[in-house]
């Protein structure tokens, strides 16, 4: 189970933490949650939604700890050699405004809109591993990708 969904799980926990040791601990917590509860698994049910929806309580409770003892991380920059230093300055404003633009999304539109344009799921699973209405899945998203399109506009227009 664990190296099936291993990264997949790392890139949802990811989308609610933003820090790669964090999303590690949190799909070991997962990970090990789903393996004590398997028998609330019900067999009839996909088991890949069940088990991001435990991804996803176990980040939540990660960020939660964190609250408690925050700490500024040290910047670890190491630009590519195959790319100018004008790119990487292009890519990383870049990175900081998409940052910027989907931190000021509630996290529900966040999650769905990652879920389903970053990893492929469907509004239904997506659906399920949150516990909504397949239409305001749908609804999130279209409102979250409308959000970021004005948000963005004017530094898209800059970088032509």
Do not use: K
Not at 37 to 51: E, H, K, Q, T, V
Not at 76 to 103: F, I
Not at 134 to 139: A, H, M, V, Y
């Amino acid at each position: 189970m664990a190296r099936r969904y291993a990264a997949e799980a790392r890139r949802v926990a990811r989308v609610v933490l933003h820090d790669d040791a964090d999303a590690d601990d949190a799909v070991q917590d997962a990970f090990l949650s789903a393996w004590r509860n398997i028998a609330r698994y019900d067999p009839a049910r996909p088991f890949r939604p069940w088990l991001m929806r435990i991804v996803l309580n176990a980040a939540r409770n990660v960020r939660r700890r964190e609250r408690v003892r925050r700490a500024e991380p040290i910047a670890e920059a190491q630009p590519s050699p195959a790319a100018s230093p004008e790119q990487e300055t292009a890519r990383a404003l870049l990175r900081e405004r998409l940052a910027a633009a989907m931190a000021l999304l509630p996290e529900r539109a966040r999650l769905a809109l990652m879920l389903f344009d970053a990893e492929g799921y469907t509004s239904g699973e997506i659906a399920e591993m949150l516990g909504r209405p397949e239409g305001t899945i749908r609804s999130d998203v279209f409102h979250a990708r409308r959000v970021l399109r004005a948000r963005l506009a004017p530094h898209l227009e800059d970088a032509s």
